[in-house]
């Protein structure tokens, strides 16, 4: 605190502030004053009225001369900001940069359906195989134990990543951002938080663990890529339960949503439906559509390899999933009418990206594990028991009567005596057993065969 009231007292230029130390400054000094400031800026403004800091605000605008010009810098505009605008500034004026689009044109956007167990799998597989070692990528994720999950397993698998999270030691973060930015890193793993405030231009690719709650803050992830006309993908994981803010979000950018065709579809008219998702594609429709499941076998068996091998990631499982699930409670809900119409949506096949990956009769075993997974049998496995045994009792008491006849009334030989039915039904069940050091990147090839090759 000293040392930053000798600093005021040198009367700089420039003040660099957070609100609320700001006031806690101008509350302590009586005799400060901020009449001779000519400009006053809000920086991440929308963030700082979610923050609480609109009291703050205020009080500072108060200290002010009423000839200084605010500004006021956000990526949203919540109706916070709005009423500040309208009541503590004369004449707003109001300059938009995505009055036409939201997001930048030269983005592709590529989400991914699958299982929230899958995910570990599918990001390994993205950064080694689908994005280039010299594109540089950002990782958001929802929790700081997500942040330390993701970098531990990137080492053990040879792979340099920086990180960054709210609770991070302010040191230590800005180490880890300085690399990423001298690009010694190409991975930077963050949570929303932390990202606030990064500028960082020549972002190639942005990977969303979590699906994020709100429209709003999906731009603001994307939003820095493709950037002064560069070329960039945000890659995002959608399970079941994130289908209702698919749906939110393409409401909000106006963009048509369809789900990826089928393996059956594929395998009838292939050079149709692909001509098909090329025309969709270029018109600004998204198609979201599955992992493929014989690439995500192939890695989950090397990931559980790597996790049970290592006592740091063991240590993280368990406050992950308890940090996960009140993430899950505490984030926004989506709209109604999304939750109905997730419902409602048809079934979706193999993600167009990987359509030069998987041969015809990969494709056609695909589509029988799918026929597979949709059967439903008119009957379960009790209740069709309970009816073949009901037969059963039927015909064997017509047999028994019709001998009975025969015999005059003597008993049959296997009425006599010897084994019961059940017992001589019994059968002994055999026990089954399951039987059972190269460098990171050879273990990665050796798991994924010839799906490691030629995929970049």
């Not at 703050?56 to 009423?83: C, V």
């Not at 009790?382 to 009567?401: D, I, P, Y």
Request: proline share 5%; aromatic share 8%; glycine share 6%.
């Amino acid at each position: 605190m000293d040392s930053q009231f000798e600093v005021l007292a040198d009367n700089p230029d420039i003040i660099i502030a957070t609100p609320g130390r700001f006031v806690h400054i101008l509350d302590m000094v009586d005799d400060l004053s901020l009449r001779s400031v000519e400009y006053v800026v809000f920086d991440e403004a929308d963030s700082l009225f979610s923050l609480g800091f609109a009291e703050q605000l205020h009080k500072i605008l108060h200290k002010l001369s009423d000839t200084r010009q605010t500004l006021l810098f956000s990526a949203t505009m919540p109706q916070a900001l709005a009423e500040f605008a309208k009541a503590g500034l004369r004449d707003p004026q109001v300059i938009r940069l995505d009055l036409d689009k939201k997001i930048s044109p030269d983005l592709k956007l590529v989400f991914f359906t699958l299982r929230q167990e899958e995910k570990l799998a599918a990001l390994l597989y993205l950064v080694r195989e689908r994005i280039s070692s010299e594109e540089q990528t950002m990782i958001f994720v929802s929790t700081k134990y997500h942040v330390e999950f993701l970098s531990i397993l990137f080492r053990e698998e040879g792979l340099a990543a920086s990180l960054s999270y709210g609770a991070m030691d302010q040191e230590a973060r800005t180490e880890h951002i300085a690399k990423f930015r001298a690009r010694r890193t190409m991975l930077l793993i963050v949570t929303d938080v932390a990202a606030r405030g990064l500028d960082i231009p020549l972002l190639d690719n942005v990977v969303n663990w979590d699906f994020p709650a709100k429209p709003k803050l999906f731009v603001h992830r994307v939003g820095r890529v493709a950037r002064q006309g560069r070329t960039g993908t945000a890659y995002t994981f959608v399970t079941s339960e994130d289908m209702p803010f698919l749906l939110d979000l393409h409401l909000f950018l106006s963009k048509p949503l369809r789900p990826a065709p089928t393996e059956e579809e594929l395998l009838k008219d292939m050079d149709g439906i692909n001509l098909k998702i090329d025309q969709s594609l270029a018109n600004g429709e998204t198609v979201y559509g599955r992992f493929p499941q014989t690439i995500i076998d192939l890695c989950s068996d090397g990931v559980k390899e790597v996790m049970n091998s290592c006592t740091e990631l063991i240590a993280l499982e368990k406050p992950c999933a308890n940090a996960f699930r009140l993430y899950l409670k505490t984030r926004a809900m989506p709209s109604k009418e999304s939750i109905r119409r997730a419902k409602d949506f048809p079934r979706e096949g193999l993600h167009p990206i990987f359509r030069d990956v998987l041969r015809s009769d990969e494709i056609l075993a695909l589509a029988f594990s799918e026929r597979l997974k949709s059967f439903r049998p008119k009957q379960t496995i009790l209740e069709a028991e309970g009816e073949a045994a009901k037969s059963r009792r039927s015909s064997g008491g017509g047999r028994l009567r019709a001998a009975l006849g025969h015999a005059g009334g003597s008993r049959p030989h296997w009425a006599a005596g010897g084994p019961s039915w059940a017992a001589r039904g019994m059968r002994q069940l055999p026990s089954k057993r399951a039987g059972g050091s190269s460098a990171p990147a050879g273990r990665w090839r050796a798991r994924l065969g010839r799906f490691g090759n030629g995929l970049l």
